[in-house]
C-alpha cells in the first residue's frame, strides 16, 4: 500500500505534503515524491495569476531524501500532492515515483492501489500517441484522465471561471476524470491536480481510502485521519464510487449516479503526540510502551460492574438476535490472526460459543460450507487488509451477519461491516503490530465477556473477568520494567540463525505471535508451535544454536510443558521461559528466565507478548535492522 496526501489552501503545500508523508510512511517507504504549483495563496492576489509549470521532484528511498531535493520555489506554492510508496508494479526507482505527469505535463497525480487492467489501457494510449515515463500502473491513470480532458477541449467543453457551481466550471475535468475511473479496474484512491486549474483539486476513492480534513485555510486529502492530526479537527471519510472537488473554500462529493452527495463531517480525536515520534527513537518502541494506556482506552466505557459484564455500542444484534448465534468465525491475517486464536479460546471458555478461526486469505476462496446463525468478525488494525476486506464481503455476500474489531475509524472495513467494535488503541505507526494485538486481545476478552453473560456465565465469573482486566494496564506497566533483562537475551541470542517459541493453550498464539515479531523486524527464522507438537517432528531443529523460548506461567499445563521444556534441555537446546512471579523451579533448569506478573490463564497471552515484543525490538536493532520499516513489509497489505 500507499501514502497519499494533498492540500489546497492559503498555506505553503509543502510544509503538510512533507510531514504528511513523514506520518506515512508506515504504508510505503521506497521511494516518495511531491508536485505543486502556484495558485491565489491569498485573496490580495489580482487578476489572472501567472500559470507556473507544475513543479515535481521524486527520489527513491525515504521522505528524508526528498526533503533534501525539495526547492523554495515550492514554498510559494498553495496546491499540491504527494505520495511515498510500496511498489506494486515497477521497481522502486525515482521514475516510477508518484506523483506521475501527463505527456503534456498540465496533470499531475497521485495513487494508491492497483489498476489491474493497465496493460489494455496502456497499449490503448500508446495507439493514440502517449508515450510513457515509467514502468507503473498508476501511470495510466494521470495519461487516461489527460486523454479525456483533450476529448472534452476538442469538444468545446472549457472551464467557465464564472460558474457559481463548481461541479458545473470545472465540468469538462469531472467529466475527465469520471470517464477514465470508469475504465479502471482493480482500486484507487487518486488525487489529481490541473497545471491549468490550480485552484481545484480532484479525490477519487475505490477500494482504497482517503479522507478529506477541513481546515481553517483549506483542505487536506490524505490515506488516514492520523495524518491530519494537528490541522483540523474535522474529517470527512470518503466511500466507494465518490468523487470529490477541493478548493481554497468549498469541498463538494459527488456519486457518478446519486450526484451530490450531503457529506458528513466528523471529528477527529487523534493528537499530534499520538501520531509524532515523540522522545522514543522508534514508533514500534513508543507502541509497546503505550500498551498500558491503550488498554486502559480500549476498557474504558466497556466494563459494567452492576451487571458484571461488557457493554458495547456498535454490534447492531440485540442479545436476543446474538442468542441465536450458534457458530463464530473469526477472520484477520497476520498478528490479528493470533489474536483471533486467542479470542477462539476466549469465545468458547466464556460463552460456550463453537469458534472457527480461518486465514481471511482462505476464507476468500474456501467456500467452506457455513450454517444460518453464524457470526463474522473480522479483526484488523488498518481496516484495510485486502484478503480481510474479501473475506467480509464473501461472508456478507452469503447473508452471514459480518462484524468488523479494527482500530481505524473511517477504515473500508470498518465501513462496510454490518457493526462492530473499534480498539480505540491510538495510532498503530510501526510495522510490527504491537499494542493492536494486546488491545485486540482485551476487545475478545471483553466480547466473550458479553456473550458469555447473555447466555450461560455467571455474575460471580462476569464480575472476576472485570476484575481482571482492570488490573491489567498495571501490570503491563510492571511488566514493561523486563525491558533491561530483556535487552541483556537480546545481547547473548542475537546471532541465531532459527529460535522456536513454544507454549500450550491459550499461550500457543501468544508463541507464534512472539514468533512473527522476531521475523518481521529482525528477519531470524521463527517458528511457533504448540509446545506438545515438538515430540512431532520440530524436536529435530533443536541444537546448541537454536534457542527455544517457553511460555509457561503457572497453570494446568505447566507440567506437561515442563517435560517438553525439559526434552529440549536433555538435547542441548538453549532455553529462554517467560514464567510467572513466584515459580521458583524454573530459574534451576531454563537457561534464562523473564519473569512476569500472575495473571489469569486468559490474560496471559497479553502479558508474555510483551517481553517478546521488547526481545524482537532488541535483536532486531544489534541486527542493523530498520526497526519501523522491514524490508519487503508494510504496515498494511492492501493488495492480495
Ligand atoms: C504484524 O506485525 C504485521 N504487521 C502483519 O502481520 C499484520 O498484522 C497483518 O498484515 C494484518 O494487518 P491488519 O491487522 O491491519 O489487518
Not at 510544509?15 to 502556484?38: H, I, M, N, P, W
Not at 528511498?61 to 511515498?84: F, M, Y
Request: with cysteine; proline share 5%; net charge negative.
Amino acid at each position: 500500500m500507499c501514502g497519499i496526501v494533498g492540500y489546497i489552501g492559503t498555506q505553503p503545500a509543502i510544509d503538510f505534503l512533507l510531514q504528511g508523508l513523514q506520518r506515512l510512511e508506515y504504508r510505503g517507504y521506497d521511494s516518495a515524491g511531491v508536485a505543486t504549483t502556484k495558485n491565489k495563496m491569498d485573496d490580495s492576489a489580482t487578476g489572472e495569476h501567472e500559470k507556473e509549470p507544475i513543479a515535481l521532484c521524486k527520489t527513491v528511498g525515504r521522505i528524508d531524501n526528498l526533503q533534501k531535493i525539495v526547492t523554495d520555489a515550492h514554498a510559494l506554492h498553495g496546491i499540491g500532492i504527494g505520495h511515498t510508496r510500496w511498489a506494486t508494479h515497477g521497481t522502486p526507482v525515482a521514475e516510477n515515483a508518484h506523483p506521475h505527469l501527463s505527456q503534456d505535463q498540465k496533470l499531475a497525480l497521485v495513487h494508491n492501489g492497483v489498476v489491474e487492467n493497465y496493460q489494455v489501457l496502456k497499449k490503448f494510449l500508446q495507439s493514440k500517441g502517449v508515450h510513457f515515463q515509467s514502468d507503473t500502473d498508476s501511470e495510466v491513470i494521470v495519461q487516461l484522465i489527460a486523454y479525456y480532458v483533450k476529448a472534452e477541449e476538442a469538444k468545446g467543453f472549457k472551464v467557465d471561471s464564472q460558474e457559481p457551481s463548481l461541479k458545473k466550471k470545472y465540468a469538462p475535468l469531472v467529466t475527465a476524470v469520471q470517464l477514465a475511473v470508469a475504465r479502471l479496474q482493480g482500486t484507487y484512491g487518486l488525487v489529481v491536480m490541473f497545471q491549468e486549474y490550480p485552484d481545484l483539486l480532484i479525490a477519487v476513492r475505490q477500494g482504497s481510502p482517503l479522507v478529506i480534513g477541513i481546515g481553517n485555510n483549506g483542505h487536506y486529502v490524505a490515506s488516514d485521519g492520523a495524518t491530519l492530526a494537528g490541522y483540523t479537527k474535522q474529517i470527512v471519510y470518503m466511500a466507494d464510487h465518490q468523487l470529490a472537488l477541493l478548493t481554497k473554500e468549498e469541498l463538494q462529493i459527488h456519486h457518478p449516479h446519486d450526484g451530490e452527495v450531503k457529506h458528513l463531517i466528523e471529528p477527529l480525536e487523534i493528537e499530534t503526540r499520538e501520531v509524532d515520534l515523540g522522545n522514543f527513537e522508534h514508533y514500534m518502541l513508543k507502541e509497546i510502551h503505550e500498551q498500558p494506556q491503550a488498554v486502559r482506552n480500549t476498557l474504558r466505557g466497556r466494563l459494567n460492574d452492576e451487571n458484571a459484564t461488557a457493554v458495547f455500542g456498535g454490534l447492531n444484534l440485540s442479545p436476543r438476535e446474538l442468542r441465536n448465534i450458534h457458530r463464530i468465525v473469526l477472520t484477520a491475517c497476520g498478528t490479528s490472526w493470533h489474536a483471533a486464536l486467542v479470542g477462539e479460546y476466549l469465545i468458547e471458555e466464556f460463552a460456550r460459543i463453537p469458534v472457527e478461526v480461518e486465514y481471511a486469505s482462505e476464507l476468500r476462496y474456501r467456500n467452506p460450507p457455513v450454517e444460518p446463525g453464524t457470526l463474522l468478525f473480522a479483526i484488523t488494525q488498518s481496516g484495510e487488509t485486502a484478503d480481510t476486506l474479501a473475506a467480509l464481503r464473501e461472508m456478507k455476500r452469503k447473508g452471514h451477519p459480518s462484524l468488523a474489531i479494527c482500530n481505524v475509524v473511517g477504515s473500508t472495513i470498518a465501513q462496510e461491516s454490518d457493526g462492530g467494535i473499534y480498539l480505540h488503541a491510538g495510532p498503530e505507526v510501526g510495522v510490527a503490530s504491537t499494542k493492536a494485538f494486546t488491545s485486540q486481545c482485551v476487545t475478545l476478552a471483553c466480547l466473550a465477556l458479553y456473550l458469555g453473560r447473555i447466555r450461560h456465565l455467571n455474575y460471580e465469573a462476569g464480575g472476576r473477568i472485570i476484575q481482571q482486566l482492570r488490573q491489567l494496564p498495571a501490570q503491563i506497566e510492571q511488566v514493561l520494567q523486563t525491558n533491561g533483562k530483556v535487552q541483556e537475551l537480546a545481547e547473548k541470542y542475537h546471532k541465531a540463525d532459527n529460535f522456536l517459541y513454544l507454549g500450550r493453550q491459550y499461550n500457543f498464539p501468544a508463541a507464534l505471535e512472539g514468533a512473527l515479531k522476531l521475523k518481521e523486524i529482525s528477519y531470524i527464522h521463527a517458528e511457533g508451535y504448540p509446545a506438545a507438537e515438538m515430540k512431532h517432528g520440530p524436536i529435530a531443529l533443536v541444537d546448541a544454536h537454536t534457542p527455544s523460548i517457553f511460555i509457561m506461567p503457572q497453570g494446568f499445563v505447566y507440567e506437561k510443558v515442563m517435560s517438553n521444556l525439559e526434552e529440549i534441555k536433555a538435547r542441548g537446546g538453549p532455553v529462554i521461559a517467560i514464567a510467572e512471579e513466584g515459580d521458583d523451579r524454573i530459574g534451576k533448569i531454563a537457561d534464562d528466565v523473564i519473569y512476569t506478573p500472575q495473571v489469569e490463564e486468559f490474560l496471559q497471552p497479553v502479558i508474555s507478548s510483551i517481553p517478546l515484543q521488547l526481545l524482537a525490538y532488541h535483536i532486531a536493532l544489534l541486527r542493523g535492522c530498520d526497526v519501523d520499516r522491514p524490508r519487503n513489509l508494510a504496515k498494511s497489505v492492501t493488495v492480495e
